[in-house]
């Protein structure tokens, strides 16, 4: 049980496009999903908090027009990363909880986003 | 904000030794503490964690310790394999529903086979 996927796994794209990251719980509904950023050799930066049905709560210093995040049901949950640059390149891994009584976070596979 | 310390930043052990990750943290009112362990390319996997109301919690080879009063908690790794081998991240967050966790630095920990 308390199985995440993240889809895709790796993306290479132009700079200037957009991406769209997508999270799901897969054996389990998620009230809270967060979104982090991890560059390599380093720990993972809460990047937004985003709960269901409602607006994402993002970090100090990550701009919520530039990386768009929707939780649009109890499983799911897509980042965007609009106008991307080079400096957006980065291992994005999500995380899920289930239910607003519970400790325990479940990470995705991760989802490795080059922009050239 | 919360705010937390891990050390040590690498560690190597012989294959059957022990390898202990500590860490600080810094907000008295965080009451869960997981330990993840992640390998190259993958997402954190979840392997033990403990709850304020419990000073150490086990789970065959892996253990975890909390100092409430000191405000710092540790790993513990008795008979290390090769496949332990990974980057080790501790955690501290105020509980349930929205509260996201802080990470530590992370420990990367090599068995020497």
């Known amino acids: 049980g308390a199985v995440v996927s993240q889809h895709p796994s790796r993306v290479i794209c132009k700079s200037g496009t957009s991406v769209k990251i997508e999270c799901r719980s897969l054996?389990?509904?998620?009230?809270?999903m967060f979104w982090y950023r991890q560059f390599p050799k380093q720990s993972l930066m809460l990047m937004a908090t985003?709960?269901?049905?409602?607006?994402?709560?993002?970090e100090q210093g990550v701009e919520k027009d530039k990386f768009l995040i929707n939780h649009a049901s109890l499983t799911l949950s897509t980042l965007t990363v609009t106008s991307a640059h080079p400096e957006d390149s980065s291992f994005y891994i999500c995380s899920a909880r289930a239910g607003q009584g519970n400790y325990e976070q479940y990470f995705g596979p991760g989802t490795r986003l080059t922009v050239t | 904000g919360e705010n937390v310390e891990q050390h040590p930043s690498t560690l190597s052990v012989q294959e059957g030794d022990s390898a202990v990750i500590k860490c600080t943290y810094s907000d008295s009112a965080s009451n869960y503490f997981p330990w993840y362990k992640q390998e190259l390319g993958k997402g954190p996997q979840l392997i033990i964690d403990?709850?304020?109301?419990?000073g150490e919690k086990k789970d065959q080879r892996i253990a975890v310790t909390l100092n409430k009063t000191a405000k710092h908690f540790s790993l513990h790794i008795t008979e290390t394999q090769p496949e332990d081998s990974a980057v080790y991240f501790c955690?501290?967050?105020?509980?349930?529903?929205?509260?996201?966790?802080?990470f530590g630095s992370g420990t990367r920990l090599q068995v020497q086979p």
């Open positions: 403990i709850r304020s109301n419990v």
């Open positions: 955690a501290a967050s105020r509980g349930t529903g929205r509260r996201a966790l802080t």
């Open positions: 054996d389990f509904q998620a009230t809270t």
């Open positions: 985003s709960n269901e049905g409602s607006k994402a709560t993002y």
